[in-house]
């Protein structure tokens, strides 16, 4: 057990909050992984122990945080795909907005108040400004990006009224992967454009298209922040310090503040990898905004929050190894080495 005590990981098991985890660990925390393995790996859970229960589920929620006596919650557990939310919003509204409540439930029956709330860059639709500001959050455009929006609504509600202390942070194209290969981005289906890019390069994707070529951005695709999923874990280390330290909380973009089109991110993995993108293209994905770019000021003047491991070279690269360590048959078969 960590020496500071324990934070329950609800979605631990998945892609970000693998990374949360095993940064939790190094911090001196027990991550206590609750988790119902719907997207997430079991063998993602290295640094605690695996409850396999789902956050709707309030009772568990509770009795799991009285158990290990938990001292604030991380809460990664959701669906996360803009074109599948459009397609099926009710997934979204019954896992994301229902799924949360009973998260709260739980964390109120057992007395536990601080939460870290995975929120988006999508909670501001067509913002279109750039760099977006945390003030311009709403009106939405994707049922994705409302059901995070409302969530963020719920726990101003619940901090004025229940004394919860609540932080959201609004990550913006969260990717790369841990130096230590022990945990990456992997996901089936695959719908985010790095991860689907270098699996179409493995011979896992043979669809693999840019969506859209006729956005008002400079080279006609979209333009997005793409922030390494290592300094996304720092940021939740200095949120639940602060946490922690008696602070109400508040609404943080975690973004680099650059923007990157689609195609220049295809670019760029052709050159770091030196591998050919086989490519088509398609249309418009419904539901996706032509520009997303962080203001990320206000996260690093109260979080100390650095984008230090998010340029495009650290990002493809350890994106790139992971994907070949979890992906070996496919890499032999290509002969990528
Ligand atoms: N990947 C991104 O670029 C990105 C950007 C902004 C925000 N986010 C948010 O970050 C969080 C983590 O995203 P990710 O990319 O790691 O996704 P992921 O799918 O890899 O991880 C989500 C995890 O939550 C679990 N889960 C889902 N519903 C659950 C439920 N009802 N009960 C218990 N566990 C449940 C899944 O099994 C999985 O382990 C999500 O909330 C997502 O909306 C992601
Ligand atoms: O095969 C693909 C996949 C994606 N794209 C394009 O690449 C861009 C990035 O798409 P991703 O699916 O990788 O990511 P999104 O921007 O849709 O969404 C991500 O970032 C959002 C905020 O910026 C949300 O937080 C969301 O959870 C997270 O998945 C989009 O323009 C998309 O249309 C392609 O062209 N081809």
Redesign the pocket.
């Known amino acids: 057990m960590g020496t500071k005590g324990a934070i329950l990981v609800a979605g631990g098991a998945g892609y970000i909050g693998a990374h949360c985890s095993k940064a939790v660990a190094e911090a001196g925390f027990t991550p206590i992984c609750y988790d119902n393995l719907t997207t997430g790996h079991r063998g993602f859970v290295q640094w605690g122990p695996l409850v396999v229960g789902d956050i709707a589920d309030s009772i568990k929620v509770a009795d799991t945080i009285r158990q290990y006596d938990v001292q604030a919650v991380m809460h990664f557990a959701a669906s996360?795909?803009?074109?599948e939310s459009v397609a099926d919003p009710q997934k979204y509204y019954l896992n994301n907005v229902a799924g949360s409540l009973g998260l709260l439930q739980g964390m109120r029956e057992a007395g536990c108040g601080r939460l870290v709330f995975s929120s988006?860059?999508?909670v501001y639709g067509n913002a279109g400004r750039d760099p977006i500001p945390e003030s311009a959050a709403g009106p939405t455009v994707n049922p994705?990006?409302r059901s995070?929006y409302m969530i963020e609504q719920i726990l101003s509600d619940y901090r004025a009224a229940y004394g919860f202390s609540a932080t959201a942070l609004?990550?913006?194209?969260?990717?790369g992967a841990d130096a230590s290969g022990l945990i990456g981005e992997l996901r089936d289906p695959e719908?985010?454009?790095?991860p689907?890019?270098l699996m179409a390069i493995l011979g896992h994707?043979p669809d693999?298209?840019?969506?859209?070529t006729d956005y008002e951005t400079p080279d006609g695709?979209?333009?997005?922040?793409y922030i390494h999923v290592d300094d996304l874990a720092g940021a939740h280390i200095a949120a639940i310090a602060r946490l922690l330290e008696g602070h109400p909380g508040g609404a943080y973009n975690l973004?680099t503040g650059s923007g990157y089109s689609?195609r220049e991110?295809v670019d760029a993995i052709r050159n770091e990898t030196g591998e050919q993108v086989p490519l088509i293209y398609?249309e418009?994905?419904p539901?996706?905004p032509p520009v997303?770019v962080a203001d990320p000021r206000r996260a690093a003047q109260e979080l100390g929050f650095e984008a230090g491991r998010s340029d495009l070279g650290s990002i493809i690269r350890s994106a790139w190894a992971w994907h070949q360590k979890a992906h070996p048959r496919i890499a032999r078969q290509t002969g990528v080495s």
């Open positions: 996360s795909a803009v074109g988006t860059g999508a994705y990006g995070k609004r990550y913006f194209n969260a990717c719908t985010h454009l790095i689907r890019a994707v693999f298209a840019i969506f859209g695709t979209a333009v997005r922040d973004g689609v991110i398609r418009r994905r539901g996706d997303l």
